[in-house]
């Protein structure tokens, strides 16, 4: 059974920095794309970002580049997404999924984590 669990996220002040972290079990994705995506309260669920499985190519929403970063441990077969300068419009509940496909803009998933919840104060 394929299992996406995420954790690290919590309550942070604006500006501030939170460290989501998704391990993988049930099988490896080390060469396949892994990635993030958020759903923000009345909101469709929108990509936030995605790494390859060498970790060379990586793709960011816009409005997240610059401030987020994601990275990958195919050992621990875990992605892991470093947000920083976080503000109130990057509350939301962020999920991990595997493996990821590029559809021309769009992004398709196999399998979905249960998300973690990020709120950033103001």
């Known amino acids: 059974q394929v299992q996406l669990v995420e954790s690290g996220g919590g309550l942070v002040q604006a500006g501030g920095s939170l460290r989501l972290s998704c391990a993988a079990s049930?099988?490896?994705?080390?060469?396949?794309?892994m990635g993030w995506f958020r759903q923000a309260p009345g909101k469709e669920r929108e990509f936030v970002a995605a790494?390859?499985?060498?970790?060379?190519?990586?793709y960011y929403a816009e409005s997240v580049k610059g401030r987020f970063t994601i990275s990958r441990d195919n050992a621990k077969n875990t992605v892991y997404l470093q947000m920083d300068s976080l503000n109130p419009e990057d509350t939301a509940v962020y999920y991990c999924a595997a493996p990821l496909a590029k559809i021309g803009e769009s992004w398709s998933a196999g399998y979905w984590g249960q998300g973690t919840q990020v709120t950033v104060s103001s």
């Open positions: 790494i390859g499985g060498s970790a060379v190519s990586t």
């Open positions: 049930g099988r490896t994705f080390r060469t396949t794309y």
